[in-house]
């Protein structure tokens, strides 16, 4: 069985820093596109970032573009954000998520296939 465990979110002020991690059981996170999304409240869900199975190419949406950035280690299985420069409106339950197709990276929520349970972040203004 295919699971995901996000972890990391926590309560940070603006302008600080954090490490999300999503680690895997029951599959190789080097061979499929893994990505980010959050869900803010009263709001519907909103792809954050990407990281594609093949070359590793990465994808950011344009509101986290340049602060956050999206690494694996294929050792731990574990795939990372690093938030920077957070902003209370970054404040969202953060999702990790897959997508068994090895077509690059799709940047659609409905093609993933397994998510993780969400780790919560709160940017305090």
């Known amino acids: 069985e295919v699971q995901l465990q996000a972890s990391g979110g926590g309560l940070v002020q603006a302008g600080g820093s954090l490490r999300l991690s999503c680690a895997a059981s029951?599959?190789?996170?080097?061979?499929?596109?893994i990505g980010w999304f959050r869900r803010a409240p009263g709001k519907g869900r909103e792809g954050v970032s990407n990281?594609?199975?093949?070359?590793?190419?990465?994808f950011y949406s344009d509101s986290v573009k340049a602060r956050f950035t999206i690494a694996r280690n294929s050792a731990k299985n574990t795939v990372f954000l690093d938030m920077n420069s957070l902003k209370p409106e970054d404040t969202s339950i953060y999702y990790c998520?897959?997508?068994?197709?090895?077509?690059?990276?799709?940047?659609?929520?409905?093609?993933?296939?397994?998510w993780g349970q969400g780790t919560l972040v709160t940017v305090s203004s």
């Open positions: 998520a897959v997508d068994f197709q090895p077509l690059g990276i799709r940047t659609d929520p409905a093609a993933y296939n397994v």
């Open positions: 990281i594609s199975s093949k070359d590793g190419s990465t």
């Open positions: 029951g599959l190789g996170f080097e061979d499929h596109a």
